[in-house]
Nanobody
Framework: QVRLVESGGGLVQPGGSLRLSCVAA????????MGWYRQTPGKERELVAR???????RYADSVKGRFTISRENNRNAVYLQMNSLNPEDTAIYYC??????WGQGTQVTVSS
């Protein structure tokens, strides 16, 4: 069974950087769309960034110019490089893979 394995979260100071990683373990064949969502208490899960097989990307306005999404198609892996982090980026980040159940997420905390 395919499952999403996320890593790379943690505590970082404002202005710092983190890199999130996600692999669709146990998958075969190529997954078309992959990406990252995030959620804070009391709010709906929101899109951060998505990337499709051909390389086209989409970003939330709040992260444009700071976050970069990339993927390794042969591993069904997706990455999120997050720069210039601010406290508003604090959330649980969830990897998204089309047709695959959500993973447990990884906590990102931006605080001094």
């Amino acid at each position: 069974q395919v499952r999403l394995v996320e890593s790379g979260g943690g505590l970082v100071q404002p202005g710092g950087s983190l890199r999130l990683s996600c692999v669709a373990a146990g998958s075969f064949g190529r997954i078309n769309a992959m990406g990252w969502y995030r959620q804070t208490p009391g709010k709906e899960r929101e899109l951060v960034a998505r990337i499709i097989d051909g390389g086209s990307t989409r970003y939330a306005d709040s992260v444009k110019g700071r976050f970069t999404i990339s993927r390794e198609n042969n591993r069904n892996a997706v990455y999120l490089q997050m720069n210039s982090l601010n406290p508003e980026d604090t959330a649980i980040y969830y990897c998204y893979a089309e047709g695959v159940k959500w993973g447990q997420g990884t906590q990102v905390t931006v605080s001094s």
